[in-house]
């Protein structure tokens, strides 16, 4: 079975410090973290999946269990899979480099840009940033602008989140 014939599990983690959240996943792994009110923006990216999707509580429910032990400042790394296998082969790249950066530490957009071998895509980093279907998860607020600052989240609560997050983790 190729990961396009996979269905797409959807659930919910409600009451987390940082709202509602709406969580996706398949057979490979977690596909998509949203705020609760950005549900426009979930059912944007799963139309773009073109697979059958179903509600299930059950297979979504260790995806929300070390989320919300994150969130309450009790995890510091996730354990459970990740399917990559959605996102195109830059955005890919750069969000893994993400994901490897450290809890409670900061890189800067042009620091991930070299370490995928791309040293001038900076602001391309910055848009894959930008469209990570995985925040908290994948941790974009930990990418920074190289003046020190935060710079840009698409999170619910933009700048004030992404402060909050690493106020939370020990980085800011």
């Known amino acids: 079975m190729t990961a396009n014939s996979q269905k797409i599990y959807l659930g919910e983690l409600n009451n987390t410090p940082l709202g509602n959240l709406r969580l996706a996943a398949s057979n490979f792994g ?11 923006e979930l059912d944007d990216l799963l139309q773009r ?3 059958p999707v179903e509600i299930n509580p059950a297979k979504i429910k260790p995806y929300a269990k070390e989320l919300l032990e994150y969130l309450k400042g009790k995890r510091r790394k ?3 899979r990740i399917d990559w296998n959605t ?3 830059f955005q890919q790249a750069t969000l893994q480099a993400v994901y ?8 800067t957009y042009a620091e ?8 001038n895509a900076y602001r391309a980093v ?3 940033n930008a469209a990570n279907p995985m925040p908290l998860v994948i941790p974009c607020h930990r990418i920074i602008g190289t003046d ?4 840009g989240y698409g999170g619910k609560g933009g700048l004030q989140t992404k402060a909050w997050l690493l106020k939370m983790e020990g980085a800011g």
């Open 30 to 40: 977690l596909l998509a973290v949203e705020w609760a009110e950005s549900q426009p």
């Open 49 to 51: 999946f073109v697979r």
């Open 78 to 80: 996730f354990t459970f």
């Open 87 to 89: 996102l195109r082969p």
């Open 100 to 107: 490897s950066v450290p809890y409670g530490q900061t890189r």
């Open 112 to 119: 991930i840009a070299m370490q995928i071998n791309h040293p």
């Open 126 to 128: 910055g848009s894959a």
């Open 148 to 151: 020190g600052k935060l710079h």
